[in-house]
């Protein structure tokens, strides 16, 4: 039992903070990070791996709302709790988000800061010395780039004023033992590109670069303007397939995890002439599952993705996948007899029209993966529409100390008999 401070209406849905723990949950633990409830992003650190397991079976049971006859599988993860990140995304402020007892310390609130944004405040960063998400490798670049900003002459972005130099950096961390960051600033106006190399030059990474975003949006995006360190990418590896990443392109954020997912994808879906992997990113799920058939197609909407998910596919000799850039409801191939098909969308699930080419498809079996289970129970009812039977349902937890849970379903087309 909690009480809570509600600061926001978005959407009819009320969003608040947390003022006070009435009564702790059952078989409590203690949470490991310092900003526990400040920067939101690890909400669950109170509850044990288990117990929080058990919550996301039940959310994926409430947004996908399966059929009676659908064989629901237990949820699935690692036991790794923490240091599984491979990539955080961090802000860059000239405003820091505050506890209630750091008001009444008399804390500042403007300065020169590096964190996550707080909930509900876009002007507004957690500044902290580490992420108990990501590996200590991580950290020790988040803490040389916090040295270089206590020092440097150029101020952080004001999100409000659009003022300021230092906007976002984006760090990446394989299981590989690689490490990347990427800066990304508003336009120079004097020697800051002395700056950056001097700090590229301090940082244990192979790969660090700079991007220059000449607009106002408060997102990590921008034009490449410098190689500071080494090459554009990083290597990643998923079983016998090795994978190149950019500071860009989509990759699941718990590579360990994302195993034991695209194994589970791997026993949802039945091997055939051809895989149509949908919303492929950098081509991990088809490139991983690529054995299993004679030609592999995948669509990606991000360039970027795009240029990696092909490298990739060299790099590993798999020349029999091929990979195309669009969107995927402009740019879905005339169905087979027989295929396969594999999508992992974004968020908001399929879009009408994948969805509705999906429904009426003469397609042999369709695996869906989901980060939001409620897209998929959306998605359910189009495909079901459309003569499709869900017959198998998997939980797989990659986000732990979050709320964030992927589903994959099962769907076939039931034969004549």
Known sequence: MVQVR?????????????????????????PRCEAFLLCGGCSLQELSLAAQRQAKEQLVLEGVEPPEHVVVHPIRGTDLEYGYRNKVELSFGVRRYLSDEQHEAGLPIDGVFLGFHAPGRFDR???????ELVPEGTNEVL???????????????????HTGFWKHAVLRETSLGQRLVAIYTAEPQGDEAAELAAIARDLPVEAALWFVNAGVADAAIG???????????????????????????????????????????????????????????????????????????GIELNPDAVDDARRNAL???????????????????????????????????????????????????????????????????????????????????????TGHVEAIGRFVRPSDD
Request: include cysteine; aromatic fraction near 6%; charged fraction near 25%.
């Open 223 to 297: 034009e490449l303007r410098a190689q500071l360190k080494g090459g554009p990418t990083v290597e990643e590896a998923l079983g016998e397939v090795r994978y190149e990443l950019s500071a860009t392109a989509f990759f699941q954020t718990n590579t360990a995890a994302a195993r034991v997912l695209y194994d589970c994808i791997g026993e949802a879906a039945s091997a055939g002439a051809r895989l149509l992997d949908l919303y492929c990113g950098t081509g991990a799920i088809g490139l991983y599952l690529a054995d299993r058939y004679e030609q592999v197609l």
């Open 143 to 161: 803490t040389i780039l916090r040295e270089h900003l206590s020092r440097s002459a150029h101020a952080p972005w004001d999100v409000r004023n």
């Open 6 to 30: 509600p600061f926001a209406r978005k959407k009819g849905v009320i969003h608040g903070r947390r003022t006070a723990l009435v009564q702790p949950p059952p078989d409590a633990v203690v």
């Open 125 to 131: 960063v957690v500044d902290r010395g580490r992420c």
């Open 315 to 401: 790099r590993s000799g798999r020349e029999h996948v091929r990979i195309l850039c669009g969107k995927v409801e402009d740019t879905l191939p005339e169905p087979r007899e027989g295929d396969v098909a594999i999508v992992d969308p974004p968020r908001v699930g399929l879009h009408p029209k994948a969805a509705a080419w999906l429904a009426q498809a003469p397609i042999q079996e369709l695996v869906y993966v989901a980060c939001h289970p409620a897209s998929l129970g959306r998605d359910r009812v189009i495909l079901e529409a459309g003569g499709w039977h869900m017959t198998d349902l998997w939980s797989v937890d990659l986000f732990p100390q």
